[in-house]
């Protein structure tokens, strides 16, 4: 029975922790520019393969250090095209109705499909965990994979360090001004454009961040963009848009819901998760937490 | 002065619109010197990974059969279109093609694409020849005389899988399954389940118990609750049904839990999907295959089709989709020689009954229900950390189609054990 509640707790948070690493970046775009990015997963897909090429170096014996920096390097690459993007699409995108938008950032999922394939392939691709990484954790009769605990503290970390930039240093502050009236930010002297810029930089490179960690935790394959992609809406959209504490709670939430509904409903996979939305948006439509009180 | 009034053209214009799709598009077909067939499958979307290896197989059989001098001294062509698995652009592809004079068509690797084809099929004139589809109802409540499997069907090879089982492993008599939530998935089990009632108890003298199958969710990015659930279960035997990345995220998920370490994996239909993409990491596993080039060695069909599909690809690993296109254009020639003619319904009767050579040797396409009678190909894949795939295949069997298919009953839906 404790062995039972702790997988549905630790099943839940893995869940979650993987969700929310992928959905902290377009929560954090959305919240400030107001931009519903479609296009997240795919830059989440390019980080992955990204970081599969680096550790394609290494072999199938991976050390926790070349995971990290193939990471990392993943990162850095999509905050690097988030410039681009920034550039060329967003900057276009600020005076047009939002279903431009939707169809602009759909168009550059497009892209990254085809880039994906062009550069790495039709065949399903995967990475070993870290050797670091490959042991297991009994806890009362459960079985906690150290690779899933790595990437549980790893959304929990970005989690702190996101919580902590945008509501306890100056720059966070400004991020939260802007948020709410980037107009009047200007009149003051704050340069918008170049917030809103590192704002987008930020966002690709956690969605790289997200790609670089995750890549041993599922397969890589062009249709990988979608599969967090409809998770992490979930939590941006429960959580409260725009919301980084909201999505991270959120997240937390549906992957309760999740691991309760895959072990007490199993013959009904994913109904439980999509009826909660449904429920949440009905009682609750601005979500759990709302992004000015809690950015 | 030319007498044309722009009110005439529009008159013109509308009256031809409205009239075209009355006209007899079989007017129209295969007048050419070359015999076209139409190529129909996904080349972009979910299952272009998949429609690569059918077109290949299209081009790799046109290319011999016209070195060969072609049939009946005409060459064949093809005409190539992209359906993005999807009914409706499937649909639109396939007429267009049919108004082009390709009556002939080949390539429908989705079930729901499957489905679709039969109905236009009789509207417009046309035959189509699957590639991999695996819907049952496709000869049983969807029949239809205008589309033919070359493949084997879900019944054959899931009950092949059971009968391999139950003769090579008399002793691991409890199974559950990793079923995805779609209709296809849960159809696969019941099969597999209505092989394992029949042949344990024939075969290996026992009665099978059978567990509730583990349903999970198709597309996700985590299975680790479903493989709790699986490694919990007093299974020794695993049926997996999930397909493409999903088995190999779930597979590579069960890792930890160790969930295939002490349990017979017998896996549907990926080949060597889960196996290329997991390398060392890829569990011992059966999977279903329609041709492994080592399996049938000295068949020149066979030869030959490996031969130039690694000269076309560089690839020396083809999937068996590859031989299901390269069989269907086969099918399509020996139809046409043995009619003397291309037109839809002299191909339909040729189709019905031909008994043809192909990659995985002799075929006969049952006439009652348009399924082929084929054997089953089964390889066993354990992981080969020091080889240059990271795998390897160790074992591999033929089942003989006979032992396996069901009675034709087109029209009917499937009867099928359950357990009690």
Known sequence: MAGDLITILFNAMIWAMATFLVASGLTLVFGILHVLNFSHGGFFMIGGYVAYTVLSMFGADIPLWAYLVAAIVASVAMGGTGVAVDTLVFRRLKSVDGVYVLIATYALLLVCDGVVKLIWGLNYLSVSPPRELLDVIFL??????????????????????????LNRTSAGRILQVIAIDPWMAGVVGINVSSVYRWTVITGFALAGLAGGLLVANQSLSPDLAGIFILQAFGVVIVGGMGSVRGAFVASIFLGLVEALSATYLPNYPGVLFFATIALVLIVRPEGLLSRQATT | MTGISRRGVIAGLGATSLAAPFINRRAFAQSGDAIKIGVVTALSGPQEFIGNFVLSGCQIAVDQINAAGGVLGRQLALEIRDDRANPAEASAAARELIGLGANLQIGTISSSVALAMGPLMTQEGGVVITCGAGTEKLNHENYNEHVFRPGDGPYMRMRAQARLMAERQPEVTSWTGLVPDHEYGRTTWAVYVDGLLQFYPEIAKADPEILDPIIVPYGAGDYRTFVTQAARSQAQGIYNSTYGGDSVTLFQQAKPFQLFKDRVLMDSANEFIVAGALKGDTPGHWTGIHWYHETNKGNPLSDQLYDDYVKKTGNTQPMGWVSEAHAGIYAYAKAIEKSGKSDTDAVIAGLKGLEWDTATGKRLMRAEDNQAIKDVELIYIEPDASGPLG???????????????EPPTPGEPMTLRKPS
């Open chain 1, 140 to 165: 009362g009769g459960a079985i906690l994979p150290t690779f899933s605990i790595f990437v549980i503290l790893s959304g929990v970390v970005v989690f702190l360090v996101l919580d902590y930039v």
């Open chain 2, 391 to 405: 795998y390897k295949v160790t074992d591999y069997v033929k089942v003989d189609g006979n032992t396996v298919i």
